[in-house]
């Protein structure tokens, strides 16, 4: 079954320990992305990647890290998470073209 | 000024009736555009897309106004399956990005 798969899907935690939220597709698609979702401001990308190896900014890349060492994960890193790191984060990915994006389940993270 | 701006609603609405959205984009360079739908605390999934010459699909039919920079959603004869919270994709042409919409809730009343 053709899916993008997000662990954890829940995570409290507190202030400045560094987490990893993992991100995996099976659809050997190039593009691969993370958002977070907030009330009232929708979805905003974090960090996309191209293919391997290439990985670019979106709009909120503030208090996060990626890396792309194979096709298939697409690993968030939040080095020393922060309260307004509190969030629904989604991963996705697709062929060229960016259509249709799949995304995995999402993960919810409370930064304390 | 947001890149993409939906109304958030909530609208409201009996089974049955038509409903439509609309949402504006600020950047003339947009390429592409869709619409998602996202069911709650579930990931988005592609409802879909929107051409220049207006398209539907079943009883969705979306449109796309170039010189306005607006796209609209319309369903018609809705279910009760359709309350959903509807997104505004856009793709801008260059920026290898999609630019989300704060999405518009629906819900439909038996």
């Known amino acids: 079954e053709a899916q993008v798969t997000q662990n954890p899907r829940y995570l409290i935690t507190v202030t400045g320990k560094k987490l990893t939220v993992t991100c995996s597709q099976n659809?050997?698609?190039?593009?691969m992305s993370w958002y977070r979702q907030d009330p009232g401001l929708g979805l905003r990308q974090i960090y996309y990647?191209?293919?391997?190896?290439?990985?670019d900014k979106g709009d909120v890349p503030e208090g996060y890290k990626v890396s792309r060492k194979e096709k298939r994960n697409f690993p968030l890193i939040l080095e020393s998470p922060s309260p307004n790191q509190t969030s629904l984060y989604f991963c996705?990915?697709?062929?060229?073209?960016?259509?249709?994006?799949?995304f995995g389940d999402g993960t919810r993270l409370s930064i304390l | 000024r947001k890149e993409v701006e939906q109304d958030p609603g909530p609208f409201n609405v009996p089974e049955g009736a038509t409903v439509a959205f609309n949402c504006t984009y600020s950047?003339?360079?947009?390429?592409?555009f869709f619409w998602y739908r996202q069911d709650c605390r579930k990931e988005p999934k592609l409802l879909m897309s929107?051409?220049?010459s207006g398209n539907e699909d079943g009883r969705f039919t979306a449109q796309l106004n170039r010189a306005s920079q607006y796209i609209s959603l319309l369903i018609r004869d809705s279910k009760l399956s359709d309350s959903a919270t509807y997104l505004c994709?856009?793709?801008?042409?260059?920026?290898?990005?999609?630019?989300f919409g704060q999405g518009t809730r629906l819900t439909i009343n038996p």
């Open positions: 929107v051409y220049s």
């Open positions: 950047n003339s360079a947009s390429q592409s």
């Open positions: 996705a990915s697709s062929s060229p073209g960016h259509q249709p994006q799949h």
């Open positions: 994709v856009v793709n801008i042409q260059g920026a290898q990005k999609l630019v």
């Open positions: 659809m050997n698609h190039e593009y």
């Open positions: 990647s191209m293919n391997v190896e290439v990985t």
